[in-house]
């Protein structure tokens, strides 16, 4: 095989980065780089969307946090760079789990949120004004496994591209 040092050095940051969002993923009680920067993008939705009514600026926050690393995924397939792609694909995960844990806690509303007790919980609110709020679980659930789909798909594009490069530059025997 006509295996290159840039190949195994991608290999281990794929490898680097499925761990580190996996760690952070177990530890959500913690907050990560990862998770300042979610929460700066979630934070930014809401503003952003405010002029689009209530229910779509509550939403927003959420709907930033994972459309914005998705944006990014898209700009790297498009330009063709399929690792990269797969490498924002596991933030697009990550965030999309990120989501489900806020979604779960719709009910008992027991995270803590920025500016204290006098803000709404976006998903008591988004699940009450549906009529959805006894389905919490199952829309948390719902939400959970895209994103572990999310990112097992993210991490299969990434290590898959460095795979197909090797095997593309053929054989040297």
């Not at 990014?72 to 995960?93: H, N, P």
């Not at 008992?108 to 204290?116: C, E, K, T, V």
């Amino acid at each position: 095989m006509n295996i290159r040092l840039s190949d195994y050095i991608k290999a281990i940051f794929v490898i680097m980065i499925t761990w580190y969002f996996i760690y952070c993923l177990r530890s959500l009680e913690n907050f990560h780089i990862v998770t300042i920067v979610n929460l700066i993008i979630h934070e930014a939705g809401h503003s952003i969307l405010l002029f689009f009514g209530q229910f779509i600026q509550v939403l927003g926050g959420s709907l930033f946090q994972v459309f914005v690393p998705l944006i990014f995924a898209v700009y790297f397939f498009i330009r063709e760079d399929i690792y990269s792609s797969g490498i924002i694909l596991l933030w697009v995960g990550e965030s999309v789990i990120e989501v489900s844990r806020y979604a779960s806690d719709a009910t008992l509303m027991q995270l803590p949120l920025l500016g204290g007790d006098n803000v709404i919980h976006d998903w008591n609110w988004l699940l009450s004004y549906t009529n959805l709020l006894q389905h919490t679980s199952l829309i948390a659930s719902i939400i959970f496994t895209v994103g572990v789909l999310i990112m097992i798909g993210g991490f299969m594009v990434a290590f898959g591209s460095i795979v197909r490069r090797v095997y593309r530059r053929g054989i040297n025997i």
